[in-house]
């Protein structure tokens, strides 16, 4: 997520701008820029790299200007580089936006304004903001803005600098985070509470449809009918490390949490107004190239891969285009049969695993088209396969990969439904289905998130446990198979993750008295033989925290622990069984002392092989 800062007050906005951003790059950035009003002009410098490439830009020049809005860039559409970075400014460089989110329907704004005579200078989806200002100003910045809110769809957290009204800056909040910081005669705007600790700890917290005006003498809120709204003074209790998490402990707990706003942007923009199909722009693969395909690889590495499983399975259940999910590093050498009629899709949240960017490469060279899903823009696989797929999570900080995995899987889905369309082999009543239950998924994703107190109970009994093991069949095994990475990754416990029909063939015998296991039953289909493999281990006592679906009662007579998940379509079920593991991961990692953000002997991206 990009940083935001602005500043009105008596002080010089530009030394207070710059040193907010730098309490804000722990969240990743690629670019960065001030706009300030200086002697009746809006000034705009912005630099891609580091906040030093635009400290240098600055350098040697003095500011009087006591007003102004920063911002670090995680490029989501159009890459790094000094044009695209924000601020962004109209035509006539008479107002000067700030952006975190993503307007979904900025392709036919632009379109329109285009043909209104304005002249875009960048690739960015927040550019729009910039001109719609412009195109309906007439006296009154409030105003304008909110007919600017009305126009627009998707998630923002916007900041406004206009040269008309230069004692004023207005912002506004829908889906990504954005906070005002109470001064003394001065006013702060933050995307996260670390900017502001140096100036102030009364904020106001903004909520979704709330927008902002600061001026020097005070800061009025209002809801998007220009309705005030009375808001009530957040006092900041925590130091600046805590404050980075968000108040969180741990940089993976904000992440798990913030899974389901990022499964909201994964899929912004990308299904179409009707919920009848999916919108891949970015795929521009031919009709007769899509039909052609008569042979799909899947590779990555670690939770990467366990999304491509997940990949595999609903590919080729929903487009009936054989798949194959491979371990990067085994891929490559295995001398994989690949011709032009082969697709391979590569998964990587940084975009730099040496091993799947070595497998991407040989399968190029066979002849494949490669699909790049990753959450880093202009990463290399992004840059050397010939399609990307975005998953717009957000900077991931913690080692262990939460809502990475859970965007990659939106991501594989809104694959299979593409590939399904296009190649006929879906009902449209099936597809719109899927569809409006994906949809659903970020809600159900939060309201596990609320609803996750079982865990304590299961983590108390059983975090001095030598080894656990996780259980399922069809889609669930794969999850297991993420679920057992997250919790020896950080907890450090030896996990072990098995198809549930596959354990009475020797891995039983490991099952004895006490050892705790997982067993995943979200698929109706292959539930009845999950409860007979929970009689199987219960038979062995072992104690069993199953986990289903809402509504299934049946394995509260044959678990331990039950946890429940949202009903979904059967296919959707990992981006909601993931969740609980996640969490249980997390805590058993806290309640056996291990570094949660960082792990023993593991580093975000493997570069090496
Ligand atoms: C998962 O929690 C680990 N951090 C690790 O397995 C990771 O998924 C793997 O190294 C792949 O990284 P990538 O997605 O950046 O390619």
Redesign the pocket.
């Known amino acids: 997520m990009c940083g935001i800062m602005g500043y009105i007050g008596p002080r010089e906005a530009v030394p207070i701008i710059m040193e907010g951003l730098q309490k804000l790059e722990y969240r990743g950035y690629d670019s960065s820029g001030v706009a300030i009003i200086e002697d009746g002009v809006l000034n705009v410098y912005k630099k891609v790299g580091k906040l030093a490439e635009l400290k240098n830009q600055l350098n040697g020049m003095t500011f009087t200007a006591m007003s102004g809005i920063g911002h670090t860039r995680w490029a989501t559409h159009g890459r790094p580089s000094d044009v695209n970075a924000h601020p962004h400014a109209d035509c006539q460089g008479r107002f000067a936006v700030v952006h975190n989110g993503i307007i979904e329907n900025y392709l036919p704004l632009r379109e329109w304004l285009i043909s209104m005579g304005h002249k875009f200078l960048s690739e960015t989806d927040t550019e729009v903001l910039s001109h719609l200002l412009e195109e309906f100003y007439e006296g009154d910045l409030v105003q304008t803005v909110l007919r600017v809110i009305d126009k627009i769809e998707g998630s923002f957290a916007m900041v406004i600098l206009s040269l008309d009204e230069p004692g004023t800056i207005v912002a506004a909040r829908q889906d990504s985070p954005l906070v005002v910081g109470l001064g003394e005669g001065e006013n702060f705007l933050a995307s996260d509470i670390p900017a502001l600790l140096a100036h102030t700890r009364r904020t106001y917290i903004l909520a979704d449809g709330e927008i902002a005006v600061l001026t020097r003498e005070g800061v009025q809120v209002i809801d998007q009918f220009g309705n005030s709204v009375e808001k009530p003074v957040f006092e900041v209790k925590w130091e600046a490390a805590q404050a980075e998490k968000g108040g969180f402990d741990h940089f993976m707990l904000k992440e798990i949490h913030e899974q389901p706003s990022a499964l909201k942007d994964t899929l912004s923009g990308r299904i179409n107004p009707d919920g009848t199909g999916v919108l891949l722009n970015e795929i521009t693969m031919t009709p007769e190239e899509l039909k052609n395909i008569n042979k799909i690889y899947i590779t990555?590495?670690?939770?990467?891969y366990h999304a491509g499983l997940v990949g595999k399975h609903v590919i080729e259940k929903l487009a009936r285009i054989p798949v194959e999910a491979d371990i990067a590093s085994e891929f490559r050498y295995r001398d994989p049969m690949i011709d032009d009629k082969t697709l391979l899709i590569v998964?990587?949240?940084?975009?730099?695993?040496a091993d799947?960017l070595a497998a991407m490469r040989e399968a190029r060279r066979r002849g494949a088209k490669a699909i790049a899903v990753t959450n880093v823009v202009d990463s290399t696989v992004a840059r050397e396969a010939d399609y990307v797929l975005y998953t717009w999570a957000g900077p991931e900080i913690a080692?262990?990969?939460t809502k990475?995995y859970t965007t990659q899987l939106m991501a594989m889905y809104l694959l299979a439904l593409y590939f399904a369309e296009r190649r006929g082999t879906m009902p449209r009543e099936e597809l719109k289905t899927v569809i409006r239950e994906m949809k659903k998924l970020s809600d159900k994703v939060k309201v596990i998130l609320d609803n996750c107190q079982a865990i304590d109970k299961f983590v108390a009994e059983y975090s001095h446990c030598g080894s656990a093991f996780f259980i399922g069949r069809g889609l669930d095994h794969t999850v297991a198979q993420e679920g057992a990475?997250?919790l020896k990754?950080i907890s450090y416990m030896h996990a072990e993750a098995y198809a549930a029909g596959e354990l009475k063939h020797g891995t039983l015998a490991l099952i004895i008295q006490g050892v705790p296991v997982i067993a995943l039953a979200t698929q109706q289909a292959l539930f009845e033989k999950m409860v007979s493999n929970i009689k199987e281990v219960k038979a062995r006592d072992a104690t069993v925290i199953a986990l289903a679906m809402e509504g299934i009662k049946e394995v509260e007579k044959v678990a331990d622990h039950v946890m429940h998940i949202p009903s979904t379509h059967p296919v959707l079920a990992p981006i909601l069984s993931v969740v609980p593991l996640q969490l249980l991961a997390y805590r058993m990692a806290v309640a056996r002392g291990s570094d949660v953000d960082q792990p023993r002997n593991?580093a975000?991206?493997?570069t090496v092989e």
């Open positions: 990555a590495c670690g939770t990467a998964v990587s949240q940084s975009g730099e695993t799947t080692v262990a990969s990475a990475l997250k990754e593991l975000k991206s493997v």
